[in-house]
T-cell receptor, first 110, second 115 residues
């Protein structure tokens, strides 16, 4: 089993839709969790840190479920500009290494 | 605030040639990372620096890759000699210390093509 797993998609949704991605992690000692967004041929950009209590930033909501070892990202009212690959990343270990998923591809269609 | 700066943005070389990439992290960020990313994959850590010390280079192919961060600020990653399989995007990232230490910020990357 991979340390961090994501459904690669692609997720094709119409504008205005709500879409959710999950990311599972295998190490229960994982300490920090992040969602990054990566546009085609661009670098990953930090979208949200995921806190135990969950967090929301505008149309984006991130949740952490430690019992089931996954994090989620919910995007409401999808915009065309949300089309991108969404990478999750998890930190654990004394060396605090960031372990990456392969990403979930989202295409928002007009 | 300036972000992570990398150069060059693109590099095309023939196999067996050397190549070097440069990175200047966000000002004040003590931790610097070099990653390699292939199409459809997540970033793969090559080396991590805390100031001038390489604290994790377990994934760096040391037979052909080398890196340095002599003054604990900017860094250079070198490949010598390059192989066809080294074609990828080489990303540099940096992070601050303290509570936000795990949040990494990336530069635009160097897209390497080895012919």
């Amino acid at each position: 089993r991979k340390e961090v797993e994501q459904d690669p998609g692609p997720f094709n949704v119409p504008e205005g839709a709500t879409v959710a991605f999950n990311c599972t992690y295998s190490n229960s000692a994982s300490q920090s969790f992040f969602w990054y967004r990566q546009d085609c041929r661009k670098e990953p950009k930090l979208l949200m840190s995921v806190y135990s209590s969950g967090n929301e930033d505008g149309r984006f909501t991130a949740q952490l479920n430690r019992a089931s070892q996954y994090i989620s990202l919910l995007i409401r009212d999808s915009k065309l500009s949300d089309s991108a690959t969404y990478l999750c990343a998890v930190v654990y270990g004394n060396n605090r290494k960031l372990i990456w998923g392969l990403g979930t591809s989202l295409a928002v269609n007009p | 605030e300036a972000g992570v700066v990398q150069s060059p943005r693109y590099k095309i070389i023939e196999k067996k040639q050397p190549v070097a990439f440069w990175c200047n992290p966000i000002s004040g960020h003590n931790t610097l990372y070099w990653y390699r990313q292939n199409l459809g994959q997540g970033p793969e850590l090559l080396i991590r620096y805390e100031n001038e010390e390489a604290v994790d280079d377990s994934q760096l192919p040391k037979d052909r890759f080398s890196a340095e961060r002599l003054k604990g600020v900017d860094s250079t990653l070198k490949i010598q000699p390059a192989e066809l399989g080294d074609s990828a995007v080489y990303l540099c990232a940096s992070s601050a210390s303290g509570l936000a230490a795990d949040e990494q910020f990336f530069g635009p990357g160097t897209r390497l093509t080895v012919l």
